[in-house]
């Protein structure tokens, strides 16, 4: 079994910094790529950020220049460094992975629960 796990989230003030982290556990033999999403009160999932296995990455153009995804393959976890938050970030934010379980099984995609991250004006 593999769990995803966000922690990081939280209240900030405007301007303010946030880093979320999320780790995989369980049975992990390869992660492909990584994604943070998030979620606004009456909106759609959108996707914030995503990282592949080689470390190129891509953002929401919401966020570029603000938001810094990385990950620590050692660890099995990746982060998301959010720096000048505004009102409009505040949202549950949502780690997804593609992870393979053993050598000879395909990757399958994984979900965190999220953690929600509220910025105030």
């Known amino acids: 079994q593999v769990q995803l796990v966000e922690s990081g989230g939280g209240l900030v003030q405007a301007g303010g910094s946030l880093r979320l982290s999320c780790a995989a556990s369980?049975?992990?033999?390869?992660?492909?790529?990584m994604h943070w999403y998030r979620q606004a009160p009456g909106k759609q999932r959108e996707l914030v950020a995503t990282?592949?296995?080689?470390?190129?990455?891509n953002y929401a153009d919401s966020v570029k220049g603000r938001f810094t995804i990385s990950r620590d393959n050692a660890k099995n976890t990746v982060y998301l460094q959010m720096n000048s938050l505004t009102p409009e970030d505040t949202a549950v934010y949502y780690c997804?992975?593609?992870?393979?379980?053993?050598?000879?099984?395909?990757?399958?995609?994984?979900w965190g629960p999220g953690t929600q991250v509220a910025v105030s004006s």
């Open positions: 990282i592949r296995k080689i470390g190129t990455t």
């Open positions: 369980g049975f992990i033999f390869s992660i492909d790529t």
């Open positions: 997804n992975a593609d992870i393979s379980p053993s050598r000879d099984r395909p990757y399958t995609t994984y």
